[in-house]
C-alpha cells in the first residue's frame, strides 16, 4: 500500500514487520500510536509464505487494519 508505514510489532520475544493501512499510518504519524504502546490486534493478514513459518524468517510480513486493531491496557 503505497504511502503506508511499515514497523516492528512483537508479542516480547519475536518481531515481526508489520504493514500499516493508512488510517493506522496517520495515528503513527499523528503520534498516537507510539513506541511501547499495547495494541490488540486481531485479523490482521500474514502475507509473504503460504505455510507456516519460523517467526525469524525475515520475508514474513502482516498488514494491519485500522478496523481490527485497539489500544491495549499498560497491565
Do not use: F
Not at 493478514?45 to 525475515?58: D, F, I, R, T, Y
Amino acid at each position: 500500500m503505497e504511502g503506508s508505514a511499515v514497523v516492528e510489532v512483537t508479542a516480547g520475544w519475536y518481531g515481526i514487520r508489520a504493514l500499516l493501512d493508512r488510517a493506522l499510518t496517520r495515528l503513527l504519524h499523528d503520534r498516537k500510536i507510539v513506541v511501547g504502546q499495547k495494541l490488540i490486534v486481531y485479523g490482521a493478514e500474514l502475507v509473504g509464505s503460504e505455510q507456516a513459518v519460523s517467526p525469524l524468517e525475515v520475508h514474513v510480513c502482516i498488514h494491519e487494519y485500522a478496523s481490527t486493531e485497539r489500544q491495549g491496557s499498560n497491565n
